[in-house]
């Protein structure tokens, strides 16, 4: 079985640009969440989306959005980047089910210039 | 609400030394709990996790943690260190009560010493 894939890898941006990230679950799982990583903060939850409708949010502004689509795939935009939006972007998918855990795409290393 | 403190942000051990990283968390509800491992320029992958089956849970790469009630406590483990086993790894939290987001612990950087 397929794992997690995010596109693309790299990303090299400047400030004021917006982004968009894609991310393809495993086969089967319905919901997708998003973090942020960062050395100073660690990882942080950004969003979490099942069925096409985001269940939970995290603490973050405005400018970072998601959206899935109906075949479960992701995606994440931020609009008007700053330099503090460098980081890694992970998304992970996984079953319905509490307590399921997540499994991790390889992330998507965006650089704000 | 959860939250997750791992101990040392960074543990550096000798090759064949014992593995110990701690992590305690704080969960109003019955928790779920994991460890996951990252290497450089990659995603997470799963160790091991814990789901009130059996406090002493196997992972893999001969990892394991016991889930100690009393002491809120998710410590990981391993007998013997290898050079592979450099890396970040995370513990996180997770509520058994509904669909809440994974909270991860800070990270806990392993080097293993030659």
């Known amino acids: 079985k397929a794992g997690v894939t995010q596109t693309p890898r790299y990303l090299i941006k400047t400030r004021g640009q917006q982004v968009t990230l894609s991310c393809s679950p495993i086969s089967g799982h319905r919901s997708v969440s998003w973090y942020q990583q960062t050395p100073g903060q660690g990882l942080q939850f950004l969003f979490e989306y099942f069925s096409e409708t985001q269940r939970n949010k995290g603490n973050f502004p405005g400018r970072f959005s998601g959206r899935q689509f109906s075949n479960s795939r992701s995606e994440m935009n931020v609009s008007t980047l700053e330099l503090g939006d460098s980081a890694l972007y992970l998304c992970a998918s996984s079953l319905d089910r509490v307590g399921n855990e997540q499994f991790f795409g390889p992330g998507t290393r965006l650089t704000v210039l | 609400a959860q939250s997750v403190t791992q101990l040392g942000s960074h543990v550096s051990v000798s090759e064949g030394a014992l593995v110990l990283l701690r992590c305690n968390y704080s969960s109003s509800v019955p928790p779920y709990l994991f460890w996951y491992v990252q290497y450089p320029n990659q995603g997470l992958q799963l160790l091991l996790k814990y789901t009130s089956a059996a406090t002493l849970v196997k992972g893999i790469n001969g990892f394991e943690a016991e889930f100690k009630k009393s002491e809120t406590s998710f410590h990981l483990t391993k007998p013997s260190a290898h050079m592979s086993d450099a890396a970040e790894y995370f513990c996180?939290?997770?509520?058994?009560?509904?669909?809440?987001?994974?909270?991860f612990g800070k990270g806990t950087r392993l080097s293993v010493i030659a």
């Open positions: 996180a939290v997770i509520a058994d009560s509904g669909n809440t987001p994974l909270v």
